[in-house]
């Protein structure tokens, strides 16, 4: 089955830069459009980032310019480098597999990782 573990959260002052990686695990990596999500308490999952198989990106306007979302198929890991990061960045990071086949759709997700953004 398809496992998906997160890593490199943590607690970081405003201004400053976290990496978070995902390693997936049980599946053919490349098939998978990659992302990462986010849930602060007392709010909605919100889509920070996404990566097609090919290399194409989106982001949510918060973080666009701060945040870049990378993917090495040779390692089957992508990665959410975070910059300048804000108070309101601080939240729960979780990473996401999806595949749409013949309608059906397919998504698995990582643990999630804190990452906490205060002076």
């Known amino acids: 089955q398809v496992q998906l573990v997160e890593s490199g959260g943590g607690l970081v002052q405003p201004g400053g830069s976290l990496r978070l990686s995902c390693v997936v695990s049980g599946s053919i990596f490349t098939i998978y459009t990659m992302g990462w999500y986010r849930q602060a308490p007392g709010k909605q999952r919100e889509l920070v980032a996404t990566?097609?198989?090919?290399?194409?990106?989106s982001y949510v306007d918060s973080v666009k310019g701060r945040f870049t979302i990378s993917r090495d198929n040779a390692k089957n890991t992508v990665v959410l480098q975070m910059n300048s990061l804000k108070p309101e960045d601080t939240a729960i990071y979780s990473c996401n597999a999806h595949r749409t086949l013949f309608s059906r759709v397919y998504d698995y997700w990582g643990q999630g990782t804190q990452v906490t953004v205060s002076s």
């Open positions: 990566i097609t198989s090919g290399g194409s990106t």
